[in-house]
């Protein structure tokens, strides 16, 4: 069988659109890679990332009829669902999270933790398109250590731990990650 990159996807596009269910299963066998590792890039939970991978193609099944073949790669239509599958999931989370204004010390004196600032300047940002824009901007470190420390909520040893690092590269890889985000975000402004 020739693979659809060698000129068959559109002949494929157009079986799938008439409701072949075989020709949607060679299309879905060639690109669920691609998809696969794209939201593994970018959501670093396995099981997050198979959810949102197979939302990203029951989406594409269910809308395969409002697809048109204009000479580009099917995958770039599948990596486009599963881009706003992501920043939906990013909108939900950021509406999670909690922001503490301040840790007291000495009973008086309020100062505020670096983790307390990152959570305040994450959930200050206004639009889960520009956070989206702004996490795309940092390494995949970087990337993990943001998304678990302060959209999944996580502590710092847990954080750590999670990513077979010390507590150290933990607070090196957040401090970075905000820092290229405030960039992102002052360019963006």
Known sequence: MTPP????EPELLVRARAGDREAFATLYNEHAPEVSRYIRGRVRDMHLAEDLTSETFLRA??????????????????????????????KTARARLEVVVAVTLDGDVLVDSAEDEGLRELAAIEAADTLHTALLALTPDQYGAVQLRYLGQLSLRETATAMHRSEGSIKQLTHRGLATMRRRLAVAA
């Open 5 to 8: 990159r060698a000129g068959r």
């Open 61 to 90: 099944l269910r809308r395969i009829s409002t697809f048109t073949w204009q000479g580009r790669d099917f995958g770039a239509w599948l990596v486009t669902i599963a881009r706003n599958l992501i920043v939906d999931h990013f």
